[in-house]
């Protein structure tokens, strides 16, 4: 395959967006969009342009935190050179997020021939993503949902930050049911930890994106279909995040339960008919 068509790009670009922030894992949607498509998951072109239009995502959560992301660095920034400054939470917060990204670079450093060997299967997808759910329906009733985003510590971030080594070694877990599962887990209540997760996403997906990038533009995609890709899932991926923040602050979690598991079912029943290659 040399190319993927311009049609294609802006399905998967939809995907990407939708799916990259929901805590429903956007590798095993897009896994099984491409396998649908019939698009060969494992095409180094193929694998390319999931990481080039991954960036679209992660420049949507950049301009919607816009202004915290001003403020908290502002703060960062001011306390510094200025210690009157470094009682504010902002200013922490910043260190914090500095801190908790720590574990996730180094894990992803040493064990990156396990992530993209056997842990990169199908079979760990689906499997990770009905795991994942039990984790997130058992996380959104313990927790007691009474903590606000001024109350979050340290550790708070040091836990939460390193839960998202969970989706990292088990694609399909999800990056954002880790980490918002932990949240809740930790008594946040759900638009704080949804908000945590977001900003202490930032960083990993930032560097993951511009680390894959480089490899990424030299795999054969076109530049129309990687553009187009690329816009689609940056305009998705803003509303997908609008939408989330409004429904975690009415609902509970069960809906993404129960469809982590439909879609986990799906997965393995897709993969033991053979319609997709593990």
């Known amino acids: 395959m040399s190319a993927i068509s311009v049609g294609q790009a802006v399905v998967l670009g939809a995907v990407e967006g939708v799916t990259e922030f929901l805590p429903v894992s956007s590798t095993g949607h897009l896994k099984i969009t491409e396998g649908l498509m019939g698009i060969p998951v494992d095409d180094d072109t193929v694998v390319g342009f999931s990481a080039v239009i991954q960036v679209g995502a992660i420049a949507a959560v ?5 202004k915290d992301i001003a403020r908290i660095v502002s703060a960062w920034l001011r306390g510094l050179t200025d210690r009157r400054e470094r009682h504010h939470h902002d200013y922490r917060f910043g260190w914090w997020v500095i801190y908790a990204t720590v574990p996730i670079v180094v894990v992803g450093l040493a064990a990156k021939p396990l992530i993209q060997g056997s842990l990169a299967s199908l079979w760990v997808v689906a499997g990770s993503l009905i795991a994942g759910s ?7 009733r313990m927790g007691r949902h009474k903590r606000g ?13 390193g839960s998202q080594i969970l989706a990292l070694l088990f694609p399909g877990f999800s990056r954002s049911g880790a980490t918002m599962s932990t949240a809740l887990l930790l008594d946040l209540d759900r638009v704080a930890a949804t908000r945590l997760s977001f900003f202490l996403g930032i960083p ?14 030299g795999t054969g995609a076109g530049a129309g279909p990687l553009v187009v890709g690329t816009a689609v899932s940056f ?3 803003y509303a997908s995040i609008a939408w989330l923040l409004r429904f975690v602050a009415k609902h509970s979690f ?3 339960v129960i469809y982590r ?3 986990g079912l799906l997965l393995f029943g897709l993969l033991a008919t053979g319609v997709l290659g593990g």
């Open 134 to 140: 039990g984790v997130m329906w058992a996380a959104d």
């Open 254 to 256: 069960n809906a993404f």
């Open 261 to 263: 598991i439909v879609v």
């Open 204 to 217: 990993a997906l930032t560097g993951a994106g511009l680390y894959e990038l480089k490899d990424a533009l």
């Open 235 to 237: 305009v998705v991926a």
């Open 149 to 161: 985003e001024d109350d979050t510590s340290l550790k708070d971030a040091m836990l939460v930050g």
């Open 62 to 66: 950049l301009v919607y935190f816009r």
